[in-house]
C-alpha cells in the first residue's frame, strides 16, 4: 500500500503533467533545451525538483530518527530528539515546497491576477540582479576637493 506521500508528489506530478500536456520527463529535457521558452514551465520543473530533493531529506530524516528510536532502552535522549527536530523541519521545507508548485500550477491563485500580478511581471521582467538598497557607502575620489556652501574653512 503506497503511503500518503508518495500519492502527494504522484497527485503533484499528475497535475504538472496536465497543465502542460505533457510527461514530466518530456517537460524537464523541453525546460533544459530552452529554459526562457515557458517562464513558467521553467519555474515549475524547479520547484518539482525542490520538492524531489525536500521530499528524499524527509525521508532521510526519518530513517535516521526510526534507527534511534529502536535502539533506545525507554528514555529518549536529546540526540534522538534532535532527529525528531530534523524530521519536522524536513516535513515543513517539503510542505512549504509542495504549496509553490501548487500556487505556480493555479492560474487563478492568489497574486497572480490583478494588481499584484502586474507589479510581479514588472519585477520579474527588468529587475536589476543586484540588491535593491545600496549596501555600501558611494565611492568618492580622494583627491576631490570639499567645496561648496557647506564647507567649513
Do not use: C, Y
Not at 514588472?122 to 583627491?143: D, E, M, N, Y
Request: hydrophobic fraction near 40%.
Amino acid at each position: 500500500m503506497p503511503d500518503g506521500i508518495d500519492d502527494v508528489l504522484e497527485v503533484i506530478t499528475q497535475q504538472i503533467e496536465n497543465r502542460f500536456r505533457m510527461s514530466l520527463p518530456e517537460l524537464q529535457q523541453a525546460v533544459q533545451a530552452a529554459p526562457q521558452a515557458n517562464p513558467d514551465a521553467t519555474d515549475v520543473v524547479k520547484w518539482h525538483g525542490l520538492l524531489i530533493e525536500s521530499q528524499t531529506a524527509l525521508e532521510r530524516a526519518e530513517d535516521n530518527l526510526l534507527a534511534a528510536l529502536e535502539s533506545q532502552p525507554s528514555e529518549v535522549d536529546d540526540p534522538t530528539l534532535d532527529l525528531a527536530h530534523r524530521v519536522n523541519v524536513a516535513v515543513a521545507a517539503r510542505d512549504g515546497r509542495a504549496t509553490v508548485v501548487r500556487w505556480l500550477l493555479d492560474p487563478a491563485a492568489p497574486g497572480k491576477q490583478g494588481l499584484a500580478a502586474e507589479r510581479l511581471a514588472r519585477l520579474s521582467r527588468g529587475a536589476p540582479k543586484g540588491p535593491a538598497v545600496q549596501t555600501s557607502a558611494p565611492i568618492r575620489p580622494a583627491t576631490a576637493p570639499a567645496t561648496g556652501r557647506g564647507a567649513l574653512r
